[in-house]
C-alpha cells in the first residue's frame, strides 16, 4: 500500500476515483437487495432513498412508519391505499391514476378513510359504521375516522397511556364527574392490555391445564371486544373487557394450581 501511495500521483488519483465509483455502485445495489414486501415495488425504492429524505421530508418520514407497521409485515402495498401502478419503471408512471388526499374521489379522502380500511377489516368497519361517529361524518360534521386512532401510516392502536389524550381532543376531561368518557376509555384500554398480557402467559404455557377449546374461545372473545370497541358503545364494552379478564384470571389460577402438582 505504501508503495502504491508512494507512486505517480496520477495514477494514485485514478485509483481514488475507481475506488469511489465503486463504492457509488454498491450503495445502491445494497439498498435494492434490502428485504421489502415484493407488492412495494418501485415505491420503496424511490420513497426510502437517503435523497428523498432531503427533498421529500415529509413522504420520508411516512415512509419510515409505513416501515415499522404491521401492514409492511403483513404485505400491505402502497397501492392498496394509494392507488398507483408499484410496478411502473419511473415516478410519473407509477403516480398516474393517484388522485390528491383532499379529492372527495381519493381512497384516502377523510370520509372515506373507514371504506378503504374495510376493505381488508370489514368487520371493524361494520361496527364503525353502527357508532355516531360514522353518523356525524355521514351527516357532514367533524368527527374521528380510523386515521383519527390509528395514524395514516403507522397503524398502531393507541394504548391506555396515550388513548385519553385522543378521546379528549373532542370530549375534554369533565372534572364534575367521576367517571366520564375519556376515563373510561382508559380503563376499558387497560383492561383489554391486562386481558393480552394473561392471553400471553396462557400461551406460552399451552393452555394444556385447560378444557378442551378453552384458551382458542378465550382468544376468539378477546378479538371479539377489540370489534366491538369500533362502536365506542364504552359501557357494553367495559363490561365485557371486565368479564373476560375475570375469565382470564381464573384460567391462569388453573393452570397454576396444575402444574403445581405436576412439576414435571
Known sequence: MKQILSGDPHRVWSLF??????????VPARAQSESTPDSTGTCIACHR???FAVTHPKLFKYWLEFKASAHYRDGVSCVDCHGGNSDAPDAASAHRGILAPDSKKSPVYYDRISKTCGTCHSEIEAAYLTSRHAERLAEGKTAPNCVTCHGSVSAAAPS????????????GIS???PLNLVDRAIRV???QEMSQGYLTWLSRHDGEALPTGRLTELRAEADSIKIAWHTF???GIEAASQELLESLKEARSTTH???SKNPD
Open 17 to 26: 476515483v475507481v475506488g469511489v465509483g465503486l463504492l457509488l455502485v454498491a
Open 49 to 51: 432513498s437517503p435523497r
Open 160 to 171: 391506555s397511556a396515550s388513548i385519553g389524550a385522543v378521546c379528549g381532543e373532542c370530549h
Open 175 to 177: 372534572v364534575d364527574r
Open 189 to 191: 384500554r387497560r383492561f
Open 233 to 235: 358503545d364504552l359501557e
Open 257 to 259: 394450581k396444575t402444574e
